[in-house]
């Protein structure tokens, strides 16, 4: 069975410019969060989708969002690119949002 | 506001040695969950152990095993006969709560280095 993918694997932007990064939870799962792991900050919490809603949020500026699509999949966009959001963002699923969370290998973002 | 400890940022032992990684949380709800994962350097987040508050029965898998104390707040993890391949990122998480719902707290996590 597979397991959570991410694409793409790097992505290097300018600052300002628009980055779209994408999720494909494992087969069932309707539950999609995204963390950011920016060096020294450790893992953050982002954004948890479910049923194609948006559950809950972190603590992150309104030009992080996302959204979830009828299939499960997501995608999160980050507007306005900062040198700052240069980081390891991590997409995890889960059956339910007390279930386990299963990670992707991530979308390494670098913004010069 | 609920928080996550892992006091040894880094640990170095040499294989076959057995390691401890600590955890300490802090919630008041009663109703949480306790998770440990493993991030090797490709960067993927590994999941080791699921825990909810409410089972404190410690656990073992092959050569992991957990110790969870609610009376200390702890959610331990040791690796016996510690392997190269055990060399990683730990982090230790907590979920659960009000306004937490669907998001991990994790911890800075721990290095674990195991030398030959």
């Known amino acids: 069975e597979a397991g959570v993918t991410q694409s793409p694997t790097h992505l290097i932007k300018t600052r300002g410019q628009q980055a779209t990064l994408r999720c494909s939870p494992i087969s069932g799962h309707t539950s999609v969060y995204w963390y950011q792991q920016a060096l020294g900050l450790g893992l953050q919490f982002l954004l948890w989708y479910d049923e194609g809603e948006e559950r809950n949020r972190g603590n992150f500026p309104p030009r992080f969002s996302g959204r979830q699509f009828p299939n499960y999949s997501s995608e999160l966009n980050v507007n306005a690119l900062e040198l700052e959001d240069s980081a390891l963002y991590l997409c995890a699923s889960s059956l339910t949002w007390t279930g386990s969370a299963f990670f992707g290998q991530g979308t390494r973002l670098t913004v010069v | 506001a609920q928080k996550v400890t892992q006091a040894q940022t880094e640990i170095s032992v040499v294989e076959k040695e057995d390691v401890t990684l600590d955890c300490v949380y802090e919630t008041r709800d009663t109703t949480y969950y306790l998770f440990w994962y493993k991030q090797p350097p490709s960067g993927e987040l590994v999941f080791l152990i699921r825990?909810?508050?409410?089972?404190?029965q410690n656990e073992i898998s092959g050569r992991y095993s957990w110790n969870f104390q609610k009376s200390t707040s702890s959610f331990n993890f040791t690796i016996t006969a510690s392997q190269v391949v055990d060399s990683a990122v730990y982090f230790c998480a907590l979920s659960g709560g009000s306004g937490n719902t669907g998001k991990l707290i994790f911890g800075q996590g721990t290095t674990l280095q195991v030398k030959p």
């Open positions: 825990r909810n508050s409410f089972d404190e």
